[in-house]
């Protein structure tokens, strides 16, 4: 039982070392205004979450939170083909997160966040994103604190951690 445990820890840290450049390969290969939604999905797999925009069309969700540094955005027309592909999780992104916002308008900038805390004490629910640091030997974390009576934003912060 004991080995069993030890291959599926082995296999997962494997994935989680491959993965981030699985998704540079497979990425590459997204071409917008050519690439269509079923090729997507073949290459990706399902979303995360589907978000419905304005023009018709929908966009994409896939996050390699909480261990991965990246939330993936791919946006598609009304007639399915991807008009855009962005990573989220960068300081532009990061920046637009605003006193008010509601925690649909902050995951349909950032994507699901790595963890949700709720602090009753202090009357906030933080979500948590593990985000590129700078320098990269630092893991990074961008959290929004939301109001546990108005769900709204109050503020935004950022934690380091040395890795190891």
Same mark, same amino acid.
């Given at each position: !039982?004991? +080995?069993?445990?030890?291959?599926?820890? *082995?296999?997962? @840290?494997?994935?989680?070392?491959?993965? &981030?450049?699985?998704?540079? *390969?497979?990425?590459?290969?997204?071409?917008?205004?050519?690439?269509?939604?079923?090729?997507? =999905?073949?290459?990706?797999? %399902?979303?995360?979450?589907?978000? =419905? #925009?304005? #023009?018709?069309?929908? /966009?994409?969700?896939? /996050? =390699?939170? &909480? @261990?991965?540094?990246?939330?993936? !955005?791919?946006?598609? %027309?009304?007639?399915?083909?991807?008009?855009?592909?962005e990573q989220v999780l960068n300081a532009k #992104?990061? @920046?637009?997160?605003?006193?008010?916002? #509601?925690? %649909?308008?902050?995951?349909?900038?950032?994507?699901?966040?790595?963890?949700?805390?709720?602090?009753?004490n202090l009357g906030e629910d933080i979500w948590?994103?593990?985000?590129?640091?700078? &320098? &990269?030997?630092?893991? /990074?974390?961008? !959290?929004?604190?939301?109001?546990?009576?108005s769900g709204k934003v109050k503020r935004t +912060?950022?934690?380091? *951690?040395?890795?190891?």
């Open positions: !039982m004991k +080995s069993t445990n030890w291959i599926s820890a *082995a296999l997962t @840290a494997i994935a989680v070392a491959i993965l &981030p450049g699985c998704d540079t *390969a497979v990425l590459q290969q997204i071409k917008p205004g050519v690439t269509t939604a079923t090729e997507v =999905r073949a290459k990706m797999g %399902d979303p995360g979450f589907e978000f =419905r #925009n304005e #023009n018709g069309g929908v /966009t994409w969700e896939y /996050t =390699r939170q &909480p @261990a991965g540094i990246h939330c993936y !955005m791919i946006s598609f %027309d009304r007639n399915q083909i991807v008009s855009s592909v #992104n990061l @920046a637009r997160v605003r006193e008010g916002m #509601n925690g %649909d308008e902050v995951r349909r900038l950032l994507g699901a966040p790595a963890s949700k805390v709720v602090f009753d948590e994103w593990h985000v590129e640091g700078t &320098p &990269p030997m630092e893991e /990074t974390y961008f !959290m929004v604190h939301f109001d546990l009576g +912060s950022q934690r380091v *951690a040395m890795k190891g």
